[in-house]
């Protein structure tokens, strides 16, 4: 069984840089790929960001190209999702995954409990 614990989310301003952490404990984690969704309210749960399990391949929502990167330390047992010029519209509750494969392939099977990002001026 894998748990993840996410942190790092907060209150930002519009344009601001922030860093989301995913801890990841119980289970052999550096076989599995990685993801982090986000659900903001009245909304259903989106994809943001898929890592494989050795971190050479990456994938990234058309809505966080070039602004948003996941990445991983294996060696830590952690996931990271570095987001830059952050706006109004990424406000919501943002989740770590893993998947039951080294790839991002079919729906998680791990969920973290979610951690809060509003942006707000």
């Known amino acids: 069984q894998v748990q993840l614990v996410e942190s790092g989310g907060a209150l930002v301003q519009p344009g601001d840089s922030l860093r989301l952490s995913c801890a990841a404990s119980?289970?052999?984690?550096?076989?599995?790929?990685m993801g982090w969704f986000r659900q903001a309210p009245g909304k259903e749960r989106e994809f943001v960001a898929a890592?494989?399990?050795?971190?050479?391949?990456?994938v990234h929502a058309d809505s966080v190209k070039g602004r948003f990167t996941i990445s991983r330390v294996n060696a830590k047992r952690m996931v990271y999702l570095q987001m830059n010029n952050l706006q109004p519209e990424d406000t919501a509750v943002y989740y770590c995954?893993?998947?039951?494969?080294?790839?991002?392939?079919?729906?998680?099977?791990?969920w973290g409990q979610g951690t809060q990002v509003t942006v707000s001026s």
């Open positions: 890592i494989s399990w050795a971190g050479g391949s990456t």
């Open positions: 995954a893993a998947y039951a494969g080294c790839s991002a392939n079919g729906p998680p099977v791990y």
């Open positions: 119980g289970g052999p984690i550096s076989s599995y790929a």
